[in-house]
């Protein structure tokens, strides 16, 4: 049966390959998109897949929604609730899934090493090779370790669904192993001092969810333990939150007080033994050693060996991230695009170009501009330099004379020079800001990419490869972000929320709102059943304490 199972599957991936070879004269372009995560998964769904020859490579064959792994290491959500088979997104797409991993990306030669990393693989014959004409990179990222010593070795993570269920099951064996007859009670606080490094949003979230876990589920069960229990969170910065509007974080250390959460602001961890962690208070410089039961680890990112190779190869050095211009194409590099948490923007300064634009505009040479002039060239270069777009979003301003008025105020019919000139357009950069590493940003990076794709592949189908052009004319709009909000769980139902325009929102109606903007964002209808599946067992029976 197995063999017969084996020739048929050949039997289909070959006429497969024949078809898509006789489909269309001129060879399709290849595009290989490595990583199904936010910004992968995002650019698959938006491509038409019927234009390219598609192959996507990640060693997991699966989606995560990682804004809910936190509430996974609690056990409110089970974890196959949150992700979504690679296999089922492209069912009805003419696109190849491959589970290996990608550990070169060959510059050079346009070809990527891929290497199957899992449990079953063919002795002897785990890697392959994939050319492309086209590559997309969205890996992620890892956890930031800052080279701490022990972390490694004794932190958790909180990056993968394996980590999160590790996570469940680690806090639930510290109670029970707490619960043994012959301890101490120095031992039992060991045990039970849970500790959470980075004061960012998911270091936050995650202790709320540990607080909840503890205080709605576990203390009734383990009643005697339960003056034991200590949860620590260690921020480097002087307060947790800190890249959220100052009422939220005000709020969330209010919150986490009176809640017996202690937070240890302007420390740095030194490092972390079997035992124990250390740290140093940067303000009094107190060292602290503090013995744990279980540590998590959530500093921000840190560059994946593959991405940090590339970048070595493109002269890309010294960097976190690879480095794109606005249309995700990676620098000094040819046919490669990136995003997501492995890229970052580097916008084009408009200050850069203020000679070069000054004379573009000055189409009589005389060294001033008139009105028209202005908007005349202002209109033309708004696509290369969105930050103008965002400028007058931002000060209200109806088109681009309001920028002109902005600068000469007073007198209607005035020239500009080019001091002038600076000075009504140098302000709009001011609005550049690089992107975060979230998933918003990520995923509206993969349906633009997608979208540009889309576009290049339909609007001249004739021209050989397809590619989006920089300076000078543009055939696609650059990217730009759009932030619609940020959430912050603070657990016990409630929410604290920053959305466009400066609002600010905490409390339990909060909550609600968290509840449908996560149930409306999930990638299928079965996960987003699932999810409230969880969600409502939870309301009625409370989580599931069981390893
Ligand atoms: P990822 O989503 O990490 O995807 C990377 C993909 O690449 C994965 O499929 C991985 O398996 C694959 N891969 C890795 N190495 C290789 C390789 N060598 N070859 C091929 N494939 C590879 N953001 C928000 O906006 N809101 C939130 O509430 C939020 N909460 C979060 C909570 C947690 C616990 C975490 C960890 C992150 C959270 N984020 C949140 C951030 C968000 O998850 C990331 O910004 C987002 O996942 C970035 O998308 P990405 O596609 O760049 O990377
Ligand atoms: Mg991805
Ligand atoms: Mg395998
Ligand atoms: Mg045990
Ligand atoms: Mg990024």
């Known amino acids: 049966l197995l063999v017969a199972l084996a020739d048929a599957g050949q039997d289909n991936s070959s006429s497969g390959s024949d078809e898509a070879v006789s489909a269309g004269n001129s060879r399709k372009q290849k595009v290989v998109i490595l990583g199904t995560g936010w910004g992968g998964v995002s650019f698959l769904k938006n491509l038409d897949s019927s234009k390219y020859d598609v192959r996507v490579v990640s060693p997991r064959n699966y989606f995560v929604f990682t804004p809910l792994l936190p509430s996974v290491t609690s056990g409110t959500v089970e974890a196959r609730s949150i992700t979504e088979p690679i296999r089922r997104i492209i069912r009805k797409k003419d696109v190849k899934f491959h589970e290996a991993e990608c550990t070169k990306i060959d510059a050079a030669n346009k070809k990527v090493v891929c290497r199957d990393s899992s449990d079953v693989k063919c002795v002897g014959k785990e890697e392959f090779e994939l050319e492309y004409d086209y590559l997309v990179v969205a890996v992620g990222a890892t956890s930031n370790t800052f080279g701490t010593k022990g972390v490694e070795e004794y932190c958790h993570f909180l990056k993968e669904i394996e980590d999160a269920e590790k996570i469940r099951g680690r806090i639930v064996d510290c109670f029970e192993t707490a619960s043994l007859p012959h301890l101490s009670d120095e031992d039992r606080r060991k045990l039970l001092s849970f500790v959470i490094v980075g004061g960012g949003p998911t270091g936050v979230e995650y202790a709320a969810e540990l607080h909840d876990l503890i205080h709605e589920d576990l203390t009734g069960l383990y009643p005697e333990l339960q003056k034991i229990v200590k949860i620590t969170v260690v921020q480097s910065g002087d307060h947790i939150l800190n890249t959220f509007d100052g009422r939220i974080s005000e709020y969330a250390e209010k919150k986490f007080a009176r809640e017996g959460i202690d937070v240890k602001i302007g420390s740095r961890v030194l490092g972390v033994s079997d035992e124990s962690i250390t ?151 001011s609005q550049m800001k690089s992107t975060p590493a979230t998933a918003q940003v990520a995923a509206q990076q993969g349906e633009y990419l997608a979208r540009s794709f889309n576009h290049l592949a339909t609007e001249d189908p004739d021209e050989g490869p397809v590619r989006i052009r920089g300076g000078g004319r543009h055939r696609c709009q650059p990217f730009l972000y759009r932030h619609l909000g940020q959430f912050a769980p603070l657990g016990g139902e409630t929410t604290a929320a920053e959305l466009p325009g400066d609002w600010v929102s905490i409390g339990r109606s909060t909550q609600w709102l968290w509840y449908s903007v996560y149930a409306s964002k999930q990638v299928s209808w079965r996960t987003r059943a699932l999810v409230i599946f969880d969600w409502t067992k939870r309301f009625v029976f409370g989580r599931d304490s069981s390893r």
């Open 279 to 429: 740290f140093k208070s940067k303000a009094t410089g107190n060292l602290v050693e503090m013995p744990y039961g279980m540590i998590v680890w959530s500093t921000g990112i840190g560059t994946r060996p593959v991405v940090a190779d590339y970048m070595k190869q493109i002269g890309q050095t010294d960097r976190r991230v690879l480095a794109t211009d606005e249309w995700l194409r990676v620098k000094n590099a040819e046919g490669v695009y990136a995003l997501g948490d492995c890229a970052t923007i580097e916008q084009r300064k408009i200050a850069e170009d203020i000679a070069y634009l000054f004379k573009l505009a000055d189409k009589n040479g005389d060294g001033t501009l008139s009105v028209s002039e202005f908007v005349d060239t202002m209109n033309n270069v708004r696509v290369r330099y969105p930050q103008i777009d965002l400028y007058m979003e931002r000060q209200h301003m109806k088109g681009v004379v309001g920028l002109l008025n902005d600068a000469i105020k007073k007198e209607k019919d005035l020239k500009l020079d080019l001091d002038h000139f600076s000075e009504a357009i140098c302000k709009v950069d």
